[in-house]
């Protein structure tokens, strides 16, 4: 019987490199990263009951610098909600105000933004529960 490996979940991280929540959320990710790589990496025949309570599934990290498209962000919103447009643009008031002034000044997002693009959700800032949560959900398995 053939076995197709799952393809990875991609999770974008939205980064400013000169703000410090930027910096601890892209941390925080590079290291559940690697410990979900390790722990999927183990020997089957090994005693993994250390890593039972940090079992994440494999992502791949997507770090980018630069804002979100105008379809990227529409979806971002889609997954947040549109009433928290002035949590993701500054100062807007609804998705087309944030759309607009997006367009208008980039640097009107705000970072950083955690999207789980396979699984439809986000975080909007630092809050290392929310991205853990968010990254805990993933879905477990590497076959199809």
Not at 20 to 33: D, E, P, T, Y
Not at 48 to 76: A, G, M
């Amino acid at each position: 019987m053939f076995r197709f490996h799952k393809s990875l979940d991609v999770i974008t991280l939205f980064h400013k490199p000169s703000a410090a929540a930027s910096i601890r959320v892209h941390n925080l990710l590079k290291q559940v990263s690697a410990q979900a790589s390790e722990t999927s990496t183990e020997d089957q025949a090994s005693d993994h009951s250390h890593q039972n309570k940090i079992q994440r599934s494999e992502f791949e990290l997507n770090v980018t610098e630069k804002p979100p498209t105008s379809d990227q962000l529409r979806t971002i919103l889609e997954y947040v909600g549109a009433k928290r447009a002035k949590d993701v643009v500054e100062g807007a008031k609804d998705e087309n105000d944030a759309m607009r002034k997006l367009q208008e000044d980039s640097s009107r997002f705000k970072r950083p933004v955690i999207v789980d693009w396979n699984n439809g959700r986000a975080v909007i800032g630092d809050s290392e529960s929310e991205i853990l949560k968010m990254v805990g959900n993933l879905p477990k398995g590497d076959t199809v």
